[in-house]
C-alpha cells in the first residue's frame, strides 16, 4: 500500500491591497488569517478570505496561444524574439517598450529591466507599481534622503493622534484600519481624517477636514508655520538632522501664513483648522499615513514631502529610532 505523503499548509502573503496580511493555505487549498503574522494577526479582510476562490485554475490561460490557437513555448518565445528583433532593426531599441506587473518580485523586475535596458537598449519599462509609488518615493528621498518608511503598524497602537490624508482605510486596507478602530477603542486615540469626500473612514474621526480638492499643500504648509510660531519644533533636531528648513517656513509663510488664510484657500472653517494644528502640536504620540489620494495628486510629490516633513519637524521627532510618520 503507498501512503500519499503529508503535504503541510503554506504560510505566505495576501497580494492584494500592501498592509501585508499573512495567509494559511491548505493542501485543499482553503485560507485563513496567519494569527502569528505580526501585520494580521489572524484578520482577513474580505479580498483575503476569498483568496481560495479567486487564485484557483478554472478561466486561466495554461498555456500560450497564437492567434487564439495552442502554441508549443518555443513558438510563442520564437515569435516574440523574431517580433523584437524586426521593429528594433526597422525602427530602433526606442520603438519597444514594457508593462510589467505591479505583482512582479524584486528579481523578476530585475530581469525585466536588464532585458529592456542592457539588452534592448531602451528605458522604455514602466509597472503599475511606479505609476501608483514614483512620486510618494521622491518624496521620501525629499524628506529622509531615501526611499524608506520610518515607522511600523505598531505606532499606529501606541499613538493618541493619527492623521489619514487622502486615505479610505475602511474600504482599502480593512484590516489595518481594524487596528486603528481597536486602538480608538482601548485608549481613546484621536483620529483626523483629511479627504475631500465624506468616506466609511469618517465615521472613526473625531475631526474630519473636507479640505478643498488640490489644498492639501497649503494645509501642510500652514501647519510647518504654525509648529514654528508656536515654538512646537525641535530645534537642535532640526540643526543636526535637516538641510534647508529655514527655506522651507519662508516659503510656506509667503503660501500659508495665517490659520485664517488656510481656512480661505482650503474652504474649511478656521476653528477646525485651528483645532487640528493644536492637536498636532500639544500631542507628541502622533501617526501621519497617506495614500493613493496624495501622491497621486498633481501635486504628489509635495503633498507626500510636506506630509512627512511636517512630522519629521515636530517634537515627535526626537526619538531617532523610531521616527514617527
Same mark, same amino acid.
Given at each position: 500500500?503507498? !501512503? ?8 505566505? @502573503? ?15 487549498g ?12 489572524g ?22 496561444? $497564437?492567434? %487564439? ?9 520564437d515569435?516574440?524574439? /523574431?517580433?523584437?528583433?524586426?521593429t ?9 517598450a ?22 534592448? %537598449? ?6 503599475? +507599481? ?5 512620486s ?17 503598524y /505598531?505606532?499606529?497602537?501606541?499613538? #493618541? ?13 480593512? !484590516? ?54 508656536? %515654538? ?5 533636531? $532640526? ?21 485664517? /488664510? ?6 474649511l ?5 485651528? @483645532? ?7 500631542? /507628541?504620540?502622533? !501617526? @501621519? ?11 504628489g ?9 511636517s512630522?519629521v519637524? +515636530?517634537?515627535?521627532?526626537? #526619538? ?6
Amino acid at each position: 500500500m503507498t !501512503v500519499a505523503p503529508r503535504i503541510d499548509p503554506v504560510r505566505t @502573503t495576501c497580494p492584494y491591497c500592501g498592509v501585508g496580511c499573512g495567509v494559511v493555505v491548505d493542501p485543499t487549498g482553503a485560507v485563513t488569517g496567519d494569527k502569528t503574522h505580526p501585520a494580521n494577526a489572524g484578520r482577513l479582510c474580505s479580498k483575503g478570505a476569498a483568496l481560495g476562490e479567486t487564485l484557483d485554475l478554472g478561466g486561466r490561460l495554461l498555456h500560450p496561444e $497564437i492567434d %487564439g490557437r495552442r502554441a508549443s513555448w518555443n513558438q510563442a518565445l520564437d515569435l516574440i524574439a /523574431e517580433t523584437f528583433t524586426k521593429t528594433i532593426a526597422e525602427h530602433g531599441p526606442e520603438s519597444v517598450a514594457l508593462y510589467a506587473s505591479g505583482q512582479f518580485l524584486t528579481e523578476d523586475y530585475y530581469v525585466a529591466n536588464k532585458l529592456m535596458k542592457g539588452f534592448v %537598449g531602451a528605458a522604455n519599462i514602466d509597472t503599475n +507599481s511606479r505609476l501608483c509609488m514614483a512620486s510618494s518615493v521622491a518624496g521620501h528621498v525629499r524628506a529622509f534622503g531615501e526611499d524608506v518608511v520610518p515607522g511600523c503598524y /505598531e505606532d499606529i497602537e501606541e499613538a #493618541d493622534l493619527v492623521i489619514l490624508v487622502g486615505s479610505n482605510a475602511a474600504w482599502c486596507h480593512p !484590516v489595518l484600519f481594524q487596528r486603528l478602530a481597536a486602538a480608538r477603542e482601548a485608549h481613546g486615540t484621536r483620529v483626523v481624517v483629511i479627504d475631500p469626500r465624506r468616506t466609511a473612514t469618517c465615521d472613526l474621526a473625531d475631526l474630519h477636514l473636507a479640505l478643498k480638492p488640490g489644498t492639501d499643500v497649503a494645509l501642510f504648509n500652514g501647519l510647518l508655520v504654525h509648529l514654528a510660531e508656536r %515654538g512646537a519644533v525641535d530645534s537642535s533636531w $532640526i540643526a543636526h538632522h535637516t538641510a534647508g528648513f529655514e527655506a522651507a517656513l519662508d516659503a510656506a509663510r509667503l503660501s500659508a501664513p495665517s490659520v485664517a /488664510e488656510v481656512a480661505a484657500i482650503t474652504d474649511l472653517p478656521s476653528d477646525d483648522v485651528q @483645532t487640528f494644528y493644536d492637536w498636532f502640536a500639544a500631542t /507628541e504620540r502622533t !501617526v @501621519t499615513l497617506y495614500s493613493q489620494g496624495v501622491n497621486q495628486s498633481s501635486a504628489g510629490q509635495a503633498s507626500g514631502w510636506l506630509t512627512m516633513s511636517s512630522s519629521v519637524f +515636530s517634537p515627535a521627532s526626537t #526619538d531617532e529610532s523610531r521616527m514617527r510618520l
